[in-house]
């Protein structure tokens, strides 16, 4: 079991930045992947970053691409969101989710993929 817990959330304007934590802990001695999602009211959850840890592959959404940084820390027990420049088009719920393991190459931007969740973290974005 991997347990998860998002902080960081928090009410920004237009053009500012936030930076999301997500603590992994549990069976963590296992390579896996750990991406971000976010979930507006009314849409679906959709993928925003990924990467695997350890490691250096990371993948991106094309709407985050250049604003959005997905980093971990050395050991992997913290994995970062760096959000900069947010419109308001980036309001919404932000999960932490992680693989059971990681077969190699580039992490998965689906849901499905991701077995563990954590409880989100609230970005609210106005002009």
């Known amino acids: 079991q991997v347990q998860l817990l998002e902080s960081g959330g928090d009410s920004v304007e237009t053009g500012g930045s936030l930076r999301l934590s997500c603590a992994v802990s549990g069976n963590t001695d296992h390579n896996r992947c750990v991406g971000w999602f976010r979930q507006a009211p009314g849409k679906e959850r959709e993928a925003v970053a990924a990467?695997?840890?350890?490691?250096?592959?990371?993948n991106y959404a094309t709407s985050v691409k250049g604003r959005f940084t997905i980093s971990q820390d050395y050991a992997g027990d913290n994995v970062y969101l760096q959000l900069n420049d947010l419109k308001s088009e980036d309001t919404a719920m932000y999960y932490c989710?992680?693989?059971?393991?990681?077969?190699?190459?580039?992490?998965?931007?689906?849901?499905?993929?991701?077995?563990?969740w954590g409880q989100g973290t609230q970005v609210a974005v106005s002009s």
């Open positions: 990467r695997s840890t350890p490691g250096d592959s990371a």
């Open positions: 989710a992680a693989t059971r393991g990681y077969g190699g190459g580039r992490c998965s931007m689906v849901t499905w993929a991701y077995i563990y």
